[in-house]
């Protein structure tokens, strides 16, 4: 090759050579600018740029946005008119700084130097929002919410009325709440987690009672009343006819509802209330717990029939009473006999019993009727039974010529019961209830012998 044709070839080398350079130079200014120690450019944390930012800057300058952004400090709980002051420390709330900052920084710094040199240009030319997520303590959260629960949480109580010295009485429902913590937590995750620290009310079920105002408003009137009187000198009878009184006393039975007296008055032990006071066993007055309360059955019975309402179960006495005609009285023994009736109406009624001296009343309340109807009982007597001759029984601890009535001979009695209704004065139907038979009494006489003997001899025949 000529020395002429050597240097024509020089010329071109060292333009190519001076040319490699000058790129190669632009590219380690290039790659030097995109991908050096700082956050790469393009990149923004919580709408701050944080471009050719060290971490350590990106963090002060972030965590100053947030705390402009976010000043408070405290979540408020709410319900029904109650606020539960949280403050965020109490369940670790805080912004994870840090994490996103370290996200930011490695933003551009996978691959070889021409990859982060190409993510850097684009990153820089579309640019890359980055938000700073929030963290906090869930069972610290669960914890607050149960306590919460505690005070929330109630349990339902019915509607009520009461009938007391003439006056009604009404007393709303109040309904059952319940908080459910899952449910309430992941309510106030979301508005932390969106960073909305707006008072949050909380979420509580509720439900309604049995018996609300709507049903016990329907009781506005006496639909009947009915009263027996007894000796108060028996003083523990007495208290027994108070005590089952107030068992049943402003006792609402509902619409389709059965009433049992047995369940209401509870078990008739000394233990339970109950004292010691005649009753009658095999037509004999014999010692007994809770003598008295057949007489509040009975009161109740004849309330109950007044007031149109159907008796389930009903026994009579085995013998007449003082205190109440044949065929309206209702006997109960704990163990066997009930007295029940249900509220076979399409409202509430209330029971009012209660004792003014010698005088036990029950009156039965509820809707006023407005048609003019009302019950009255009556009784007709369809068979009267004489009893067995006085039985004579010899007691030699009596003294000459005295005699004793142990128990006094009664006739036995057949009644019929029934109930006719009235429609302002004028009779619309009769209806027959009961047809009680009270069996004779055979009287008993205690006699000295010398009497007995007389007996005797006046039994003896001739001979």
Not at 46 to 66: C, K, P, Q, Y
Not at 243 to 254: G, P, Q
Not at 393 to 410: H, I, M, N, S, Y
Request: overall charge positive; aromatic content about 8%.
């Amino acid at each position: 090759m000529t020395v002429a044709r050597r240097k024509s070839l020089k010329w071109p080398l060292y333009a190519a050579i001076l040319i490699l350079v000058a790129v190669s130079a632009a590219f380690m200014v290039l790659a030097r600018k995109y991908t050096g120690d700082t956050i790469r450019k393009g990149i923004i944390i919580e709408n701050t740029d944080v471009s050719w930012l060290s971490s350590g800057d990106a963090r002060r300058i972030v965590e100053d946005t947030l705390k402009k952004n976010y000043a408070g400090d405290r979540l408020i709980l709410t319900y029904g008119g109650r606020k539960w002051d949280i403050r965020l420390s109490d369940i670790d709330y805080r912004f994870e700084v840090d994490r996103a900052v370290e996200k930011a920084f490695s933003i551009g710094r996978e691959g070889n130097v021409f990859r982060k040199l190409l993510d850097s240009v684009i990153l820089a030319r579309n640019g890359l929002k980055l938000d700073v997520e929030v963290s906090f303590s869930r069972e610290k959260l669960r914890s607050i919410l149960e306590e919460i629960k505690k005070e929330c949480d109630t349990h339902a109580k019915n509607a009520s009325v009461t009938y007391t010295g003439g006056q009604l009485r009404y007393t709303r429902e109040v309904p059952a709440r319940e908080l459910d913590v899952d449910t309430n937590l992941k309510l106030v995750e979301n508005y932390l987690t969106k960073r909305d620290f707006s008072d949050i009310e909380l979420i509580v079920g509720e439900k309604e009672p049995e018996i609300t105002y709507e049903d016990v408003k329907e009781v506005n009137s006496v639909l009947s009343s009915f009263s027996t009187t007894f000796n108060r000198n028996d003083v523990n009878r007495t208290d027994n006819i108070k005590l089952a009184c107030s068992r049943i006393d402003n006792l609402l039975v509902m619409p389709g509802e059965e009433f049992s007296m047995n369940r209401e008055l509870g078990p008739r032990t000394h233990a339970n209330g109950y004292k010691q006071a005649p009753i009658i066993f095999r037509n004999e007055l014999v010692p007994g717990t809770g003598g008295g309360v057949c007489q509040v059955s009975s009161t109740l019975y004849n309330a109950v029939l007044l007031a149109g309402l159907k008796v389930t179960e009903r026994e009579h006495h085995s013998m007449p009473l003082s205190y109440i005609s044949p065929g309206r009285d209702a006997t109960i023994t704990e163990s066997s006999i009930d007295f029940r009736f249900v509220n076979n109406m399409e409202h509430p009624v209330l029971i009012s019993a209660n004792v003014k001296g010698n005088k036990l009343t029950i009156s039965i309340l509820g809707k006023k009727r407005d048609d003019g109807t009302e019950f009255r009982l009556r009784t007709k007597t369809v068979g009267i039974y004489r009893p067995k001759p006085e039985k004579i029984v010899l007691d030699e601890t009596l003294e000459p010529g005295q005699k004793v009535v142990e128990r006094k001979a009664k006739n036995g009695i057949r009644v019929i019961l029934y109930r006719d209704s009235y429609k302002n004065g004028v009779l619309q139907w009769s209806e027959k209830l009961t047809e009680d038979y009270y069996r004779p009494v055979q009287g008993i006489t205690r006699v000295s012998s010398d009497i007995w003997h007389l007996y005797n001899a006046q039994e003896t025949p001739a001979e």
